[in-house]
């Protein structure tokens, strides 16, 4: 049996929860306010069409009075008229209440969806480490098109038909007050199963969100790794577990089914309990004696009416409940903090001087540091080549540069001042990398050399950065030449073009501090030697950070420090570290053996 403090304790966090949930919506309104002025033509629509909803009662308590009291001549042409301009008015209500809040939805869904990718442009390096792709874009995607039905068929649903009830009941009221007071008794029974209901949607809502996550991550994977799944027979294990995630997504949806399914038929059976009782009493002469025949009817009229209304008022609370889960899910995300930027140097152009003062680092999910008491000082203008095992160290070197990551401990300094001290987009500006993985994007090879701030940059220019990088004869085969599209992630070109083509992209940028990770590990040995004749023309005169495993391309760096568990082993030129026979001559002797 639970406890009454155990009992306590769930009642406190269900009016957190309903606290929460309220508070969410009423922030998911907030990006209704730019609209407003279509809100309120939405709203005027809406009022149009629940108040002919009354009417139609009205007209119908009407034509009882007129044939009881045989006046059917006089009104012959008024009748028809009136029930006419009914239906007119209805039909122009409806038309303003649902297309000025579907462009207000609309715009909601647009400013969510901006709101998140530009959010997610500003995320540290390690969110994107630890949140799968998948799941990343079933956020932007998914959740988005739930919070769509709890902005239009919520607020649609609870204006129209809200209005639609607040008009009937004041009829009822209006022609009998004491039968209409009948109904108030029955609402606390069905805001209790709605209550209920509403916790229950939220929870199943939240569960389906984490479901179709899981569909889009196994999607995803098997889609990128899609030759990998054929080569390694990796077909029957990647449909396992999609079904997998696919049945749970289902699950969730039928439970939430369910609960709607059983929610309708309660409250709309509550409803008819309190019709019945209406009904039986507004037989009695004692509550009927002051109305005439078309007052009577007209009321049953109206209270039969009330049904419709609020049988949709209690089926769009699972509509609701998804779009509160849905916006909580956003709004965790569009709250999250960004990188951190707290510098204020202004950044016109660095010399390149970098030095590393007992710095350590450790990444946030990791149990111990990656780098342990780094000390390098690397001059403005030169080159220093990072060499060791692989996992020792020298990527996670190179990210602390254009601040990927922020240090752990000790010193960063650039030109002299600490690297949290520069503007961090400025900082950036003075960097071009070239990555070991190479990242192009599903555009022109002319947009994806010229990208991003480049993007204004002169045609001479992008052609002699092509030439450069030994790329611009390749391109000229091609059909499109500069215009050809590359396909995502430069699927439709080798792994040397896109090599060549991120050389060139580094190169155009002309920045005076240089990243390159493994930039000729996709080319063969031609072209690995021209393409090391253009880095050698790039590297000139820039302080360039060069991590490579194949030695020979770096034996004219100024300093090689060989990095192993995250310290540095040994530094010094090719020359000294051979006579030192050290850990630098033995991964020498091992790759001139090969």
């Given at each position: 049996m639970q406890t009454e403090a155990q009992v306590s304790s769930k009642d406190a966090q269900n009016e957190v929860n309903a606290d929460?949930?309220?508070?969410?919506?009423?922030?998911?309104?907030?990006?209704?306010?730019?609209?407003?002025?279509?809100?309120?033509?939405?709203?005027?629509?809406?009022?149009?069409?629940?108040?002919?909803?009354?009417?139609?009662?009205?007209?119908?308590?009407?034509?009882?009075?007129?044939?009881?009291?045989?006046?059917?001549a006089e009104n012959r042409l008024l009748i028809p008229m009136a029930i006419l301009g009914i239906f007119v008015i209805r039909g122009l209500g409806t038309f303003l209440g649902s297309y000025f809040m579907a462009l207000i939805a609309n715009k909601v869904v647009y400013d969510l969806r901006t709101s998140m990718f530009d959010k997610m442009l500003l995320l540290p390096s390690n969110y994107f480490?630890?949140?799968?792709?998948?799941?990343?874009?079933?956020?932007?995607?998914?959740?988005?098109?739930?919070?769509?039905?709890?902005?239009?068929?919520?607020?649609?649903v609870i204006l129209r038909e809200g209005f639609t009830v607040v008009g009937l009941f004041s009829y009822m009221v209006y022609i009998n007050w004491k039968l209409s007071l009948l109904f108030l008794v029955v609402l606390p029974v069905i805001g209790l199963v709605v209550s209920y209901a509403s916790k229950r949607f939220r929870k199943l809502s939240k569960r389906i969100q984490g479901?179709?996550?899981?569909?889009?991550?196994?999607?995803?994977?098997?889609?990128?790794?899609?030759?990998?799944?054929?080569?390694?027979?990796g077909i029957d294990y990647e449909t396992t577990r999609f079904r997998d995630a696919a049945y749970e997504n289902r699950r969730s949806q039928l439970k939430m089914e369910l609960t709607k399914?059983?929610?309708?038929?309660?409250?709309?059976?509550?409803?008819?309990?309190?019709?019945?009782?209406?009904?039986?009493?507004?037989?009695?002469?004692?509550?009927?004696?002051?109305?005439?025949?078309?007052?009577?009817?007209?009321?049953?009229?109206?209270?039969?009416?009330?049904?419709?209304?609020?049988?949709?008022?209690?089926?769009?609370?699972?509509?609701?409940?998804?779009?509160?889960?849905?916006?909580?899910?956003?709004?965790?995300?569009?709250?999250?903090?960004?990188?951190?930027?707290?510098?204020?140097?202004?950044?016109?152009?660095?010399?390149?001087?970098?030095?590393w003062d007992n710095v350590s680092f450790q990444y946030p999910t990791a149990d111990k540091l990656a780098l342990d008491g780094v000390s390098l000082s690397?001059?403005?203008?030169?080159?220093?080549?990072?060499?060791?095992?692989?996992?020792?160290?020298?990527?996670?070197?190179?990210?602390?540069?254009?601040?990927?990551?922020?240090?752990?401990?000790?010193?960063?300094?650039?030109?002299?001042?600490?690297?949290?001290?520069?503007?961090?987009?400025?900082?950036?500006?003075?960097?071009?990398?070239?990555?070991?993985?190479?990242?192009?994007?599903?555009?022109?090879?002319?947009?994806?050399?010229?990208?991003?701030?480049?993007?204004?940059?002169?045609?001479?220019?992008?052609?002699?950065?092509?030439?450069?990088?030994?790329?611009?004869?390749?391109?000229?085969?091609?059909?499109?030449?500069?215009?050809?599209?590359?396909?995502?992630?430069?699927?439709?070109?080798?792994?040397?073009?896109?090599?060549?083509?991120?050389?060139?992209r580094a190169i155009l940028k002309n920045a005076p501090i240089l990243i390159l990770d493994e930039a000729t590990s996709a080319l063969d040995s031609e072209s690995e030697r021209s393409i090391q004749q253009a880095l050698d023309t790039l590297m000139e005169d820039r302080t360039t950070i060069a991590i490579a495993h194949r030695l020979s391309t770096i034996e004219k760096a100024d300093m090689i420090a060989v990095i192993d568990h995250g310290e540095i082993v040994e530094v010094g030129s090719h020359s000294e570290l051979?006579?030192?026979?050290?850990?630098?001559?033995?991964l020498h002797k091992q790759q001139f053996a090969e």
């Open positions: 929460s949930g309220f508070n969410i919506y009423l922030r998911l309104l907030g990006y209704v306010r730019a609209s407003w002025f279509y809100f309120t033509l939405s709203i005027i629509g809406f009022i149009l069409y629940s108040a002919m909803e009354p009417a139609q009662a009205w007209i119908l308590k009407h034509i009882v009075d007129v044939v009881s009291n045989n006046e059917i480490h630890s949140m799968p792709t998948g799941r990343l874009l079933s956020k932007i995607t998914y959740d988005t098109e739930q919070v769509t039905g709890s902005v239009t068929s919520a607020i649609k479901a179709m996550g899981g569909v889009t991550d196994v999607a995803s994977e098997a889609i990128k790794g899609q030759e990998v799944v054929k080569i390694f027979g399914a059983l929610n309708t038929p309660i409250v709309q059976f509550l409803v008819a309990i309190s019709l019945s009782a209406l009904i039986w009493l507004a037989l009695d002469p004692t509550f009927s004696d002051n109305m005439s025949s078309g007052d009577f009817v007209s009321f049953i009229t109206a209270a039969g009416m009330l049904s419709k209304p609020m049988r949709q008022l209690t089926e769009v609370n699972s509509i609701l409940q998804k779009g509160i889960a849905a916006a909580q899910s956003i709004f965790e995300f569009i709250d999250m903090d960004v990188e951190v930027d707290q510098g204020k140097r202004k950044v016109q152009s660095l010399k390149g001087e970098i030095r690397l001059e403005a203008g030169k080159t220093l080549a990072l060499v060791g095992r692989s996992g020792g160290g020298k990527s996670t070197i190179a990210s602390l540069i254009p601040r990927f990551y922020d240090i752990t401990g000790g010193d960063l300094l650039i030109d002299g001042h600490a690297i949290q001290d520069y503007v961090l987009t400025e900082l950036r500006d003075q960097i071009a990398l070239v990555n070991q993985n190479v990242v192009l994007f599903n555009g022109t090879i002319h947009e994806n050399i010229a990208y991003g701030r480049l993007r204004n940059a002169p045609e001479e220019d992008v052609i002699a950065a092509a030439k450069a990088a030994n790329a611009l004869g390749f391109i000229e085969e091609l059909e499109n030449g500069f215009d050809t599209v590359v396909g995502e992630d430069g699927v439709l070109l080798s792994g040397g073009q896109r090599q060549r083509i991120a050389i060139a051979l006579e030192k026979d050290g850990a630098y001559a033995l």
